[in-house]
């Protein structure tokens, strides 16, 4: 990556996270699956609509990296975000979630659908 990691793609990965969560937890047959594999395929699907709606590869590694940091223990997590690799004070736009929604709802809303009636 030729940039710095920053609290916007946090932020953003976060979004893409939650969104997805949400989005799955609405399907009574996802809850029938074994936790973990239900993270397997949140994460699976997050790192596809983000590799999907993003053409700047460093965009694409930044949201990734953030999307799996969950994964970090204590001692990664303080050289994941050290201040070598990450930037904590960027500014949020104003319309940023609203933005991030126009972005991300609908292929994620699409790459659900796609994931949860391969299992049917």
Do not use: P, W
Request: net charge negative; proline share 0%; with cysteine.
């Amino acid at each position: 990556m030729k940039r710095k990691r920053n609290n916007l793609d946090t932020l953003e990965a976060n979004f893409i996270y939650s969104r997805v969560l949400l989005g799955t937890n609405k399907f009574n047959e996802f809850s029938d699956i074994f936790i973990t594999e239900r993270n397997k395929i949140i994460d699976e699907i997050c790192l596809q609509v983000i590799s999907t709606e993003n053409d700047l590869e460093d965009d694409v590694e930044a949201l990734k990296f953030e999307v799996l940091s969950y994964k970090l223990n204590d001692i990664e997590k303080e050289k994941f975000y050290s201040s070598n690799t990450y930037e904590k004070n960027l500014m949020k736009h104003e319309n940023l979630n609203k933005n991030l929604s126009k972005k991300y709802d609908e292929i994620i809303k699409e790459m659900i659908s796609k994931k949860i009636n391969s299992f049917l």
